[in-house]
Antibody
Framework: QVQLQESGPGLVKPSQTLSLTCTVS??????????WSWIRQHPGKGLEWIGY???????YYNPSLKSRVTMSVDTSKNQFSLKLSSVTAADTAVYYC???????????WGQGTLVPVSS | QTVVTQEPSFSVSPGGTVTLTCGLS?????????PSWYQQTPGQAPRTLIY???TRSSGVPGRFSGSVLGNNAALTITGAQADDESDYYC??????????FGGGTKLTVL
């Protein structure tokens, strides 16, 4: 069973770039049909899909966040990453990484990491 | 902008049956949206229940089932138990690499 673990700074200042990394274990990030995803959840709110990246580097982003999101993959480290630029307090959320099968559904989730945006 | 709709809240009696729905602000849900369902309890990551409309994820009890009913995807819990009290989210695949979460349904078992 693949396992995912988010890591990154615990606090980001407004206008800066939020950076998170997800480390995949128990399976290869280069697995066919596996799309690696970021999802966030604002405090007390629902889930929001941020985007997918395939091991080839192909990316797919939520249109509402596309202008600020960059995802990348490092197959040598079995990791993928999220950068969200120009953050505001509205980007304060728990950020989850997850594996998606063929972009159709998510079958493995990280535990999530809370990223506050505050000065 | 596509909006995926879910009932904000629902309640069911222990042992009862409840059907939660997942719809589109414009149009109908079909199996081509590959509806999936997730259960989340406070402070925990979501758990995958159902994918591709009606396939139960490994380890998910048989009381959870998925379907397309009319214009909506549906999650039915038959014989609800106290520990089914959770938030439930659906996801629809909209094509061209875009997925959308519903707003979630808070299910109360009482």
């Amino acid at each position: 069973q693949v396992q995912l673990q988010e890591s990154g700074p615990g606090l980001v200042k407004p206008s800066q770039t939020l950076s998170l990394t997800c480390t995949v274990s128990g399976g290869s990030i280069s697995s066919d049909g596996s799309y690696w995803s970021w999802i966030r959840q604002h405090p007390g709110k629902g889930l929001e899909w941020i985007g997918y990246i395939y091991y080839s580097g192909s990316t797919y982003y939520n249109p509402s966040l596309k202008s600020r999101v960059t995802m990348s993959v490092d197959t040598s480290k079995n990791q993928f990453s999220l950068k969200l630029s120009s953050v505001t307090a509205a980007d304060t959320a728990v950020y989850y990484c997850a594996r998606s099968r063929s972009q159709y559904y998510f079958d493995s989730w990280g535990q999530g990491t809370l990223v506050p945006v505050s000065s | 902008q596509t909006v995926v709709t879910q009932e904000p809240s629902f309640s069911v009696s222990p042992g009862g049956t409840v059907t939660l729905t997942c719809g589109l602000s414009s149009g109908s849900v079909s199996t081509n949206n590959y509806p999936s369902w997730y259960q989340q309890t406070p402070g925990q990551a979501p758990r995958t229940l159902i994918y591709s409309t009606n396939t139960r994820s490994s380890g998910v009890p048989g009381r959870f089932s998925g379907s397309v009913l009319g214009n909506n995807a549906a999650l039915t819990i038959t014989g609800a138990q106290a520990d089914d009290e959770s938030d439930y989210y659906c996801v629809l695949y909209m094509g061209r690499g875009i997925s959308v979460f519903g707003g979630g349904t808070k299910l109360t078992v009482l």
